[in-house]
């Protein structure tokens, strides 16, 4: 069964660091492209950055650019978001989503987690 | 930046059909997919490549997608297709992925 956990989320001053993690199983991890897609309170759904496997393919939203960092583990069947120099707006639930087809950057998403809840505040 | 606009909200009777519209220029040409999320919980993939469904599925769900605008198709609507839906797509010439506003379903 395909199960992508998140974890690292929490309250942070404006201008501070999280790292967000995703532990997955179920499949072969190192063979999927991984997304990062966040939802604000009552708003919708943003995609915020892909990884592609073997790390070949990297893109982010412009929002985030030079402040998030996507990285995976292989070893440890893990994705993770460095995120730095936060902001209000970032305050959102982060999921993790698996893409849909193996060695596809650009395909739908077909596995998410639960989401873990980010909140940028004084 | 490639802009996918949804109506924000679709009521629809018990029994009848809810059609969601996702528009975006010539869209027709990218692959569409679609995400069903309810309330507190994560989206899951309820069409994709325009018209595939996932396993799971019930099949009066339906996508289909031509020119300017995508459909999302719920057929003999039941109170447990009420629930936000988003369409997606890739931007190739973004390198972005890109999400529709959004669209809440009322069932009456």
């Known amino acids: 069964e395909v199960q992508l956990v998140e974890s690292g989320g929490g309250l942070v001053k404006p201008g501070g660091s999280l790292r967000l993690s995703c532990a997955a199983s179920g499949f072969p991890f190192s063979a999927y492209t991984m997304n990062w897609v966040r939802q604000a309170p009552g708003k919708g759904l943003e995609w915020v950055s892909s990884i592609s496997d073997s790390s070949t393919y990297i893109y982010y939203v412009d929002s985030v650019k030079g402040r998030f960092t996507i990285s995976i583990d292989d070893a440890k069947n893990s994705l993770f978001l460095q995120m730095n120099s936060l902001r209000a707006d970032d305050t959102a639930v982060y999921f993790c989503?698996?893409?849909?087809?193996?060695?596809?950057?650009?395909?739908?998403?077909?596995?998410w987690g639960l989401g873990t809840p980010v909140i940028v505040s004084s | 930046s490639y802009v996918l606009t949804q109506p924000p909200s679709v009521s629809v009777a018990p029994g009848k059909t809810a059609r969601i519209t996702c528009g975006g220029n010539?869209?027709?040409?990218?692959?569409v997919h679609w995400y069903q999320q309810k309330p507190g919980q994560a989206p899951v993939l309820a069409i994709y490549?325009?018209?595939e469904r996932p396993s799971g599925i019930p099949e009066r769900v339906s996508g289909s997608n031509s020119g300017n605008t995508a459909t999302l198709t719920i057929s003999r609507v039941e109170a447990g297709d009420e629930a936000d839906y988003y369409c997606?797509?890739?931007?190739?010439?973004?390198?972005?992925?890109?999400f529709g506003t959004g669209t809440k379903v009322t069932v009456l």
């Open positions: 010539s869209i027709g040409s990218k692959s």
């Open positions: 997606q797509v890739w931007d190739s010439s973004s390198d972005h992925y890109v």
């Open positions: 989503a698996r893409t849909g087809s193996i060695s596809c950057y650009a395909c739908h998403f077909d596995y």
């Open positions: 490549y325009d018209r």
